[in-house]
């Protein structure tokens, strides 16, 4: 269970029920707003708001560009 506002990395991965590793690369892409990474005595750790909001990126190619009218 999250303390206060903020949730760790692993508490995100159980509650989607996806790795950490797909977590960091999620925060890395933008899915999570508003994590921060802190240094603590024993590393840098990524800290997420909660309660855990994802943001849905965008899959496949990017739209076409329109055209030009002649």
Do not use: C, S
């Not at 903020?6 to 159980?14: H, I, K, R, S």
């Not at 892409?29 to 921060?36: D, E, I, S, W």
């Not at 240094?39 to 990017?62: D, K, S, T």
Request: glycine share 12%; net charge positive; no cysteine.
């Amino acid at each position: 269970m999250p303390m206060g506002k903020w949730g760790t990395v692993t508490e995100a991965a159980l509650h989607y029920g996806i790795t950490r590793q797909r977590v960091v690369r999620l925060i890395a892409k933008g899915a999570f707003r508003g994590a921060r990474k802190i240094e603590m005595p024993r590393g840098a750790v990524w800290l997420i708001p909660y309660p855990f909001a994802r943001r849905e990126l965008r899959n496949g190619r990017p739209p076409k560009a329109a055209e030009k009218g002649d």
